[in-house]
């Protein structure tokens, strides 16, 4: 089968739509996107395959314009069962957390739904929750507590919701649940341990005495490891915990010193909030050394790229040439850089 192309005067006229339509900003991206919506069609792709991608095409935009207008307000995405009961312990830990973290500036991301997704909705509060829920054929519809508020996105596909609880948090709870909970706890781990999104916070919060989490602590650590399909120690970048305020200070923790990163080259930046002493980074090579495939962790300034971009060039900067392996250790070394005595 050949590969169907755009001609010149195809690409004419998607040229002038774009300048009619006044598309300016990233016009490359969007103009791609258009390109492959017509090549989906001269390829005479199948009517389900043109439904998926339009539809979850569909769902994106309309999660984007839902998360747009919060985008500089950190967010935290609260999962667990939508079977929960409101006289659940469960229940009590989840509203209590969320109404934590929404008192410290943090907009709360659930799947708007029952549950422990509606107790963590009204912990934060509507004005400082946001919904993504999904339509089920067989279960309750997007829960009252967010139907009186606009901002709830509604969607068919589990894989666009779930990209949609990902994309904007830095930082996750995961409370009790079944089958659901446990794909969106094992996605987070696999997307940390794959180093395919970048490090983040993530708590498994028990109610008081519960063992939930540590049955499955139990099985990493009997099962996945002595069988060599994890590595021993991808279970200790999560916080196993049955304290809400252990919780909060997790979340909120790990981002006390640590900003952002940003791949240039070879090269890992990391972006923090306060400037390092030298004796800390001589104690950070100490500790995270190992993690280097050459060099050391070293202060920096801007790198032409980061000044070009405008990246966060106001902000301090340690850089470190990082082993292929050493993904892992990131999470540790963060957490080191934020438990700093120069972070105050």
């Not at 200070?249 to 790990?254: E, K, R």
């Not at 920096?300 to 292929?324: F, H, K, M, N, S």
Request: hydrophobic share 45%; with cysteine.
């Amino acid at each position: 089968m050949t590969d169907a192309t755009l001609n010149d005067d195809l690409r004419h006229d998607l040229t002038a739509l774009l300048d009619q339509a006044g598309v300016h900003a990233d016009r490359g991206l969007v103009a791609r996107m258009m390109q492959t919506a017509l090549l989906l069609g001269m390829e005479h792709t199948d009517r389900l395959d043109l439904k998926i991608a339009s539809a979850a095409l569909g769902e994106m935009r309309d999660a984007f314009r839902l998360f747009r207008p919060f985008h500089r307000v950190p967010k935290v995405t609260v999962f667990g069962s939508a079977r929960t009961l409101q006289d659940d312990p469960l229940y009590v830990q989840a509203r209590e957390v969320a109404a934590a973290l929404a008192g410290d500036g943090w907009m709360v991301v659930t799947g708007a739904g029952p549950g422990i997704m509606r107790a963590a909705a009204e912990g934060a509060g509507t004005k400082m929750s946001l919904g993504v829920s999904i339509r089920l054929p067989f279960e309750e519809r997007i829960d009252t507590i967010l139907e009186q508020d606009a901002q709830v996105v509604s969607m068919k596909y589990f894989f666009t919701r779930k990209l949609m609880l990902m994309k904007e948090s830095r930082g996750f709870i995961c409370l009790p649940g079944g089958f659901g909970t446990m794909d969106e706890m094992f996605e987070l781990l696999t997307l940390q341990q794959t180093g395919k999104a970048e490090p983040m916070p993530i708590v498994l919060l028990d109610s008081e005495g519960g063992s939930f989490w540590n049955g499955l602590k139990t099985f990493v650590d009997e099962h996945l490891a002595p069988a060599g399909v994890i590595s021993g120690d991808d279970l200790d970048r999560v916080l196993i915990t049955d304290s809400v305020e252990e919780a909060v200070s997790s979340i909120t923790g790990f981002w006390r010193n640590y900003d952002s990163l940003r791949w240039v080259g070879d090269r890992l930046v990391l972006r923090l909030v306060h400037q390092p002493t030298d004796a800390e980074i001589d104690d950070l090579n100490a500790r995270f050394g190992g993690m280097c495939a050459e060099g050391r962790i070293e202060r920096i300034e801007p790198l032409d790229v980061e000044r070009t971009d405008g990246d966060a060039v106001e902000l301090p900067r340690l850089a470190l040439t990082l082993r292929q392996r050493s993904v892992g250790s990131l999470y540790a070394l963060i957490r080191a850089i934020s438990e700093l005595p120069s972070a105050g």
